[in-house]
């Protein structure tokens, strides 16, 4: 059985994921691995996501938790949602989220882990899609170059050199920083990613050795562009609306 030092909370965000959930990968990595345990945040589906959840979560109630929202409030919401209430159950040492579809492989999260075992500084680790020799990243050429050319506007704005800023592939350490940066909602439905990190830069705006230091971009082994996505070419005309709003908001 595979463990971690660090114990883990891993957010699944869902949405009308009836047709896409692999519970059965849930519950073949549940069964070979130990200090990683899972909430799933059902952001009031219209299908049968719910008694799906439900359902898996029963005989496996200390490792699958579910929060059943009453009012859909976006993807960065549920996420906001799922990682400050396992936070406040207090058993883990590190919460992140992951994308339902499973994009990026769930046996990935020990290589992210990992950064955070051997670097006590770290206190973020984003996965990242680069296609790199010995790495399979399988992503629709509209979507990959949709996304470059959003991760160069974001980096820009943020002054931060980052790749991949919408990965949905993130850990984190639990600090009282963290619990403080996810305290209020966020204003961005789907580009959260860039308004956590927005947040980040403004907690440590004195502190610029220890902002660069302390996050850090995994290159993925595997990512799939899994058929079903919500996100579609036109969500990206929103996204900038959204990176622009961000940036006045907090680094204007």
């Known amino acids: 059985m595979t463990g971690t030092r660090l114990p883990c909370t891993i957010v699944i965000p869902c949405y009308n994921e009836a047709s896409r959930l692999k519970t059965e990968a849930f519950s073949h990595f549940l069964n070979v691995t130990d200090g990683i345990s899972f909430q799933f945040v059902n952001d009031c589906s219209t299908d049968a996501t719910l008694a799906i959840l439900e359902r898996f979560r029963f005989g496996r109630e200390k490792r699958v938790h579910v929060l059943n929202k009453r009012a859909n409030g976006g ?31 769930l046996d990935a999260i020990f290589d992210l882990l990992h950064e955070l075992e051997v670097n006590s500084n ?18 629709r050429a509209v979507r990959h170059y949709l996304g470059r050319i ?40 789907w580009v959260f990613d860039v308004e956590i990190l927005a947040r980040y830069i403004v907690q440590n705006k004195d502190h610029h050795e220890r902002l660069h230091s302390s996050i850090y971009e995994y290159p993925l082994k595997r990512w799939d562009d899994v058929a079903g996505s919500k996100v579609h070419p036109s969500d990206f005309v929103r996204s900038f609306w959204d990176v622009m709003s961000i940036y006045n908001k907090y680094l204007r």
Not at 77 to 103: H, K, N, T, Y
Not at 122 to 139: C, K, P
Not at 169 to 189: D, G, N
């Open 75 to 105: 993807k960065g919401e549920a996420v906001r949602d799922g990682m400050l209430e396992a936070i406040r159950r207090g058993d883990a040492d590190v919460v992140g989220f992951w994308d339902a579809d499973l994009a990026t492989p």
């Open 122 to 139: 770290l206190q973020m680790v984003l996965g990242s899609r680069v296609r790199l020799l010995g790495r399979e990243v399988h992503r």
């Open 150 to 189: 959003f991760a160069t506007v974001a980096s820009s704005l943020l002054s931060l050199a980052i790749y991949d800023t919408q990965c949905g592939a993130k850990l984190f350490r639990v600090t009282p920083e963290l619990e403080r940066l996810l305290s209020e909602p966020f204003c961005s439905r």
